[in-house]
């Protein structure tokens, strides 16, 4: 079995649940940021401590309240305002094939996807998954998804492995066998690519 995982520390993993900024619904910025730090970009700065609230404060006040919870200015704030010229993010997309994001992973890019882990949505990062693919996978046409296993997961909120969704349990390096995950994978999110 190989295994790919871009979050083997758990340095890299963000809990919004200590968030000062609404914590119970901004997984959004909290997963984005993730996704920086795990690609090697500087993170959103600002008057708050953690930089998922600078990047929910700055859209809130830029866009609106709802803003944070949309792809679009999630992306126009960290690649027009906190990264500006360097552009990390790459999407949203509403069609991502989840061979290109599970790709992605191959090549030390984090995705940030929306799914149906909770009723009314939640979005996670795609750290890693493990396969019984042996030979490389140069290419996203030569990912072969019925090799894959399970999706390697962090959760910014809480765990569903067990089958319900409890916001008591640690979100870090979550695994979900492939055919549990196909049902809970919405096809929409963006990818952080990584910073040379």
Known sequence: MRIYNLSTD?????????NLIKPTIRC????????????GWPLPGGEY?????????YCEKTWGADAPEDWGKIMQAVNGHF?????????????????DALFGITKGIP??????????????????FETEQEEEI????????????????????????????GADVDGWNNRYDIKTWLTLWRSTGVQIRKKV
């Open 28 to 39: 959004k910025p909290t997963g984005t940021t993730e996704g920086l730090d795990i690609s």
């Open 138 to 165: 140069e290419s996203f046409v030569n990912l072969k998804l019925e090799q894959v296993q399970n999706v390697i997961i962090d959760d910014p909120y809480g765990n569903r492995t067990n089958g319900s969704y």
């Open 111 to 128: 995705f940030v996807a929306s799914t149906w882990l909770t009723k009314g949505g939640h979005v996670v990062v795609i750290v890693g």
């Open 10 to 18: 758990r340095k890299f993993y963000y809990s919004q649940r200590n």
């Open 49 to 57: 401590k953690q930089p998922e609230d600078n990047l929910t404060a």
């Open 83 to 99: 990264l500006p010229g360097d552009k990390p993010v790459i999407g949203p997309l509403w069609a991502w094939d989840l061979r």
